[in-house]
């Protein structure tokens, strides 16, 4: 009987050792991921960017296979490319970008793609300064970009309220509310509870650049 009581609890004991290992080591996973694209950007805001897996050896490297650590789902503006302002090469970021940062059916598609079978450890909503596609949605100058302002304009009614600076929190809130739309998604949402990834949103500064993370 005794015995059989040890073995019940050290059976019990394993169990509650692993179940409690694996959200810590998924957490540390993304907390890498967040920390690896900030120093990034830090190299590149001081003109100290290492240029790192952009020659022969790395695109043979993952010819086969590849394995980005991170999803960036960013704007299409000339001015804001994720693989040079977080300082990376081939194969290192998943890189979804439209107008606005905005996130449609086939955006979410890719999305999805990446954080359930490229094994990435978290997913940046990529805003920016000055961003065109919100400007215009604010502007109402929208003739040529309505499905995209459809998705904006959520944000742009509630950055209304905002006394200053309406662009920049409408910038803001967009992302934010991108952010709110992935964990939302089924996919993404078991995801997230399982500890597999974690959705972020982030505000590039055009003129310094450095990024910026948001908070609800």
């Given at each position: 009987?005794?015995?059989?009581?040890?073995?019940?609890?050290?059976?019990?004991?394993?169990?509650?050792?692993?179940?409690?290992?694996?959200?810590?080591e998924s957490?540390?996973?993304?907390?890498?991921?967040?920390?690896?694209?900030?120093?990034?950007?830090?190299?590149?805001?001081?003109?100290?960017?290492?240029?790192?897996?952009?020659?022969?050896?790395?695109?043979?490297?993952?010819?086969?296979?590849?394995?980005?650590?991170?999803?960036?789902?960013?704007?299409?503006?000339?001015?804001?490319?994720?693989?040079?302002?977080?300082?990376?090469?081939?194969?290192?970021?998943?890189?979804?970008?439209?107008?606005?940062?905005?996130?449609?059916?086939?955006?979410?598609?890719?999305?999805?793609?990446?954080?359930?079978?490229?094994?990435?450890?978290?997913?940046?909503?990529?805003?920016?300064?000055?961003?065109?596609?919100?400007?215009?949605?604010?502007q109402n100058?929208?003739?040529?970009?309505?499905?995209?302002?459809?998705?904006?304009k959520p944000?742009?009614?509630?950055?209304?309220?905002?006394?200053?600076?309406?662009?920049?929190?409408?910038?803001?809130?967009?992302?934010?509310?991108?952010?709110?739309?992935?964990?939302?998604?089924?996919?993404?949402?078991?995801?997230?509870?399982?500890?597999?990834?974690?959705?972020?949103?982030?505000?590039?500064?055009?003129?310094?650049?450095?990024?910026?993370?948001?908070?609800?």
């Amino acid at each position: 009987m005794k015995k059989t009581l040890v073995l019940s609890y050290f059976f019990f004991l394993l169990i509650f050792l692993f179940s409690s290992c694996e959200p810590k080591e998924s957490k540390i996973a993304s907390e890498k991921a967040l920390d690896r694209l900030i120093k990034g950007n830090e190299r590149f805001v001081n003109n100290k960017s290492l240029h790192t897996n952009q020659n022969e050896e790395r695109r043979k490297a993952i010819a086969s296979q590849q394995s980005p650590y991170a999803i960036i789902v960013g704007c299409s503006d000339s001015r804001v490319s994720p693989e040079i302002i977080f300082d990376e090469g081939l194969g290192d970021l998943f890189v979804v970008r439209v107008a606005g940062n905005i996130i449609g059916p086939i955006e979410l598609e890719s999305i999805e793609y990446a954080a359930l079978y490229l094994n990435s450890a978290i997913i940046l909503i990529l805003s920016h300064e000055n961003c065109g596609a919100v400007e215009a949605v604010i502007q109402n100058k929208i003739t040529d970009i309505e499905e995209i302002a459809k998705i904006i304009k959520p944000a742009i009614q509630k950055a209304e309220e905002s006394k200053t600076n309406q662009l920049g929190q409408a910038i803001k809130i967009n992302a934010l509310n991108m952010k709110s739309f992935l964990e939302k998604s089924s996919k993404i949402e078991q995801l997230i509870r399982d500890k597999k990834i974690e959705v972020l949103a982030a505000y590039y500064n055009i003129k310094t650049g450095h990024i910026e993370l948001l908070n609800e």
